[in-house]
C-alpha cells in the first residue's frame, strides 16, 4: 500500500500541502487506525519524510525508497506515543532521520565505498543551496556512520536539514543545552575525523 502512494523521489499521490494545523488534524484522525485517515496523513508528511531520507542517504541510493517506506511505517507506528505538544514535523523528521541513518549504516556494512561523489552529482541542487552547502552535505554524508548515533542525528537536523537548535530539542524531547553539546561533541568528532583523514599517506586504506 504505501509503496503504491510514495516515490523515492519524494512525490506523492496528489499530496496535501498541510499546514502544521491541518497536519495535527490529520494525525488526530489517523490515530483512529481507519485506512484512509492513515492515508491521508502518511501523503501530507510524505515530502518531510522524503526530503530528509535523501537528505542521510543521497538521491541515488539503493536503499532510499526502503527507508522512506520504513519510516512511513515507524511514524505511524510511533504516532500514538506523541501527545501533541511538541512540534509534529519535528517528531516525523526524527523518526525518518533515525530510519535513515540506520539504513545508511547497514549499506556501509555491505558496500565498504559508498559512491557519495556521484550522488551529488547527479542530484539536482536546491535553488537556495549553494556549492559550501553541497560540499558539506557530502562529508557530512560520509563521516556521519562513524558518529554515536545521537549526535549524528542531531547533525543531520542541523547541518542537512537546517532546523534550529529550539526546533531540535523539541523534535528530540531535549534540552537546549543538551542539543549544544550533542552539536558539540559531534563537530568534534568529525573535526578529528577529518584531521586524521587528512594525515593518511595518499594510497593507504582507510582502516
Known amino acids: 500500500?504505501?509503496?503504491?502512494?510514495?516515490?523515492?523521489?519524494?512525490?506523492?499521490?496528489?499530496?496535501p500541502k498541510a499546514d502544521p494545523a491541518r497536519l495535527e488534524a490529520l494525525a488526530r484522525e489517523a490515530l483512529g487506525q481507519a485506512p484512509e485517515a492513515v492515508r491521508r496523513f502518511l501523503l501530507a508528511i510524505a515530502p518531510v519524510v522524503g526530503r530528509t531520507c535523501r537528505g542521510v542517504l543521497g538521491?541515488?541510493?539503493?536503499?532510499?525508497?526502503?527507508?522512506i517506506q520504513d519510516s512511513l511505517i515507524d511514524v505511524t507506528r510511533g504516532l500514538p506515543s506523541y501527545r501533541f505538544q511538541g512540534n509534529l514535523i519535528g517528531f516525523v523528521t526524527k523518526i525518518a532521520v533515525r530510519r535513515a541513518l540506520a539504513s545508511r549504516r547497514?549499506?556501509?556494512?555491505?558496500?565498504?565505498?559508498?559512491?557519495?561523489?556521484?550522488?551529488?552529482?547527479?542530484?539536482?541542487?536546491?535553488?537556495?543551496?549553494?556549492?559550501?552547502?553541497?560540499?558539506?552535505?557530502?562529508?557530512?554524508?560520509?563521516?556521519?556512520?562513524?558518529?554515536?548515533?545521537?549526535q549524528a542525528e542531531t547533525l543531520v537536523m542541523r547541518v542537512v536539514l537546517g532546523?534550529?537548535?529550539?526546533?531540535?530539542?523539541?523534535?528530540?524531547?531535549?534540552s537546549v543545552n543538551t542539543v549544544k553539546t550533542r552539536l558539540r561533541l559531534?563537530?568534534?568528532?568529525?573535526?578529528?575525523?577529518?584531521t586524521w583523514q587528512a594525515r593518511l599517506p595518499q594510497g593507504e586504506p582507510e582502516r
Open 1 to 15: 500500500m504505501l509503496a503504491a502512494m510514495i516515490r523515492a523521489d519524494g512525490g506523492a499521490d496528489i499530496a
Open 59 to 67: 538521491p541515488r541510493n539503493s536503499d532510499l525508497e526502503d527507508a
Open 106 to 150: 547497514r549499506s556501509v556494512a555491505r558496500v565498504r565505498h559508498l559512491q557519495l561523489l556521484d550522488d551529488l552529482h547527479h542530484e539536482l541542487p536546491v535553488a537556495d543551496a549553494s556549492v559550501r552547502e553541497i560540499e558539506r552535505a557530502e562529508v557530512m554524508r560520509d563521516l556521519l556512520r562513524r558518529v554515536r548515533p545521537i
Open 163 to 174: 532546523f534550529s537548535v529550539e526546533e531540535i530539542a523539541l523534535a528530540t524531547e531535549a
Open 186 to 194: 559531534g563537530k568534534n568528532a568529525l573535526r578529528e575525523l577529518l
